[in-house]
């Protein structure tokens, strides 16, 4: 059985979804850069009904959306106040949260900053993500993911309940990334497509089924996403019982998929 939200049941509703990455795409979808503010919003103007997204915190504790530890190729945010991440273009979380429709989920995408080793728990970037999450709950569903299974443990102790997802790397073994993601007690498991089978990375010499992976993944009380399927490789995934999809083009996976997810 799939994990549940305590208070709003499964955490994507039990039924198959699509999350577009970063916005509309990666990179750049239609024109619009990956991350800003009009790329996440009019991910969720296509129709989805979630967006996914990257939170990472400046010097003076602010929470800004961005991929990289850098903005504008130079400078790292870590390092600069809001007023100077503004400056070269940062949007703030809270801009986007208003922006965004009420009612469509978030998944968070939260990035540690080196230097949040040298701080308190609470003011690393997941101490302070976590009371934001918590509070926006009221409004749509979230879910906040991480690399970092350490902030997943903050966010649980500074804002207990909200759904958190253990992200795994380039074809990280699902055979850890399972067990581990049950055992850290988050709601789900979220692995790149390449993790779901044979890869060049992974030289185990036999592979487990993606369908047995999210059986046992669901036995276990996960919900199971997979990252940056191109369409035909999500097709298959959903099908084989992968719970959403995060998609690089949200306008080519939606027309590719729609039939199967939303």
Same mark, same amino acid.
């Given at each position: 059985?799939?994990? $549940?939200?305590?208070?709003? /049941? @499964?955490?994507?509703?039990?039924?198959?979804?699509? &999350? /577009?990455?970063?916005?509309?795409?990666?990179?750049?979808?239609? /024109?619009?850069?990956?991350?800003?503010?009009?790329?996440?919003?009019?991910?969720?103007?296509?129709?989805? $009904?979630?967006?996914?997204?990257?939170?990472? $915190?400046?010097?003076?504790?602010?929470?800004?959306?961005?991929?990289? @530890?850098?903005?504008?190729?130079? *400078?790292?945010?870590?390092?600069?106040?809001?007023?100077?991440?503004?400056?070269?273009? +940062?949007?703030?979380?809270?801009?986007? &949260?208003?922006? &965004?429709?009420?009612?469509?989920?978030?998944?968070? *995408?939260?990035?540690?900053?080196?230097?949040?080793?040298?701080?308190?728990?609470?003011?690393?970037?997941? /101490?302070?993500? +976590?009371?934001?999450?918590?509070?926006? $709950?009221?409004?749509?569903?979230?879910?906040?993911?991480?690399?970092?299974?350490?902030?997943?443990?903050?966010?649980?102790?500074?804002?207990?309940?909200?759904?958190?997802? %253990?992200?795994?790397?380039?074809?990280?073994? &699902?055979?850890?990334?399972? @067990?581990?993601?049950?055992?850290?007690?988050?709601?789900?498991?979220?692995?790149?497509?390449?993790?779901?089978?044979?890869? @060049?990375?992974?030289?185990?010499?036999?592979?487990?089924?993606? +369908?047995?992976?999210?059986?046992? +993944?669901?036995?276990?009380? %996960?919900?199971?996403?997979?990252?940056?399927?191109?369409?035909?490789?999500?097709?298959?995934?959903?099908?084989?019982?992968?719970?959403?999809?995060?998609? *690089?083009?949200?306008?080519?996976?939606?027309?590719?998929?729609?039939?199967?997810?939303?």
């Amino acid at each position: 059985m799939p994990a $549940r939200d305590a208070d709003h /049941g @499964p955490v994507f509703g039990g039924r198959p979804t699509l &999350l /577009g990455h970063r916005g509309m795409g990666r990179e750049d979808v239609d /024109g619009l850069a990956e991350n800003s503010l009009e790329s996440i919003v009019a991910a969720a103007h296509t129709g989805l $009904r979630w967006v996914e997204f990257d939170v990472r $915190r400046t010097a003076d504790d602010a929470l800004v959306v961005g991929h990289y @530890p850098t903005i504008a190729d130079r *400078d790292f945010l870590a390092d600069l106040t809001l007023e100077q991440a503004r400056e070269l273009g +940062a949007v703030t979380l809270a801009e986007v &949260l208003t922006a &965004l429709p009420e009612g469509v989920g978030v998944n968070l *995408d939260l990035k540690t900053a080196m230097e949040d080793a040298l701080r308190p728990r609470e003011t690393t970037t997941a /101490g302070l993500v +976590a009371p934001v999450a918590a509070a926006e $709950r009221g409004r749509r569903s979230v879910l906040v993911s991480s690399f970092d299974p350490s902030a997943l443990v903050v966010l649980e102790e500074v804002a207990p309940g909200t759904p958190r997802a %253990l992200l795994t790397w380039v074809a990280f073994p &699902l055979r850890k990334a399972i @067990p581990a993601a049950a055992h850290l007690g988050v709601e789900v498991v979220a692995a790149h497509s390449s993790s779901f089978g044979a890869n @060049p990375v992974d030289r185990a010499p036999t592979f487990r089924s993606a +369908a047995y992976a999210v059986e046992v +993944a669901h036995r276990a009380g %996960l919900e199971v996403v997979a990252w940056c399927p191109p369409a035909p490789e999500a097709r298959e995934l959903l099908a084989a019982g992968v719970d959403a999809v995060v998609v *690089d083009d949200v306008p080519h996976s939606l027309a590719a998929l729609r039939d199967v997810a939303d």
